[in-house]
């Protein structure tokens, strides 16, 4: 049973930075396309960054050029670097894999403030 952990969430400032991490043990873990996901109070979980198994990346327009996404497939791990956060950055942030989604991991929380 594929077990996903996130880690590396906190309180941090407006404007400050955060590197989370995602490890997501399965076989073939390179063949996979990775996703992160975050979910505000109150609101549905959303898609924020995707990375395919070539490396290829996408993201949500509110994230765009503020976070990246990247993988170790050494590691079977994946990285979410957020810069310059926000206050509607704060979220538990998830991931899975993207076309094959796995049970849920706790997530980590995010909170953006002053």
Do not use: H
Not at 49 to 61: E, F, W
Not at 65 to 71: A, E
Not at 99 to 107: A, F, S, V
């Amino acid at each position: 049973q594929v077990q996903i952990v996130e880690s590396g969430g906190g309180l941090v400032q407006p404007g400050g930075s955060l590197r989370l991490s995602c490890a997501a043990p399965r076989s073939y873990f390179r063949i996979y396309d990775m996703a992160w996901y975050r979910q505000a109070p109150g609101k549905q979980r959303e898609l924020v960054a995707t990375i395919t198994s070539g490396q290829r990346t996408n993201y949500a327009d509110s994230v765009q050029g503020r976070f990246v996404i990247s993988r170790d497939n050494a590691k079977n791990t994946v990285y979410l670097q957020m810069n310059s956060l926000k206050p509607e950055d704060t979220a538990v942030y998830y991931c899975n894999f993207a076309k094959t989604p796995r049970p849920w991991g706790q997530g980590t929380q995010v909170t953006v403030s002053s």
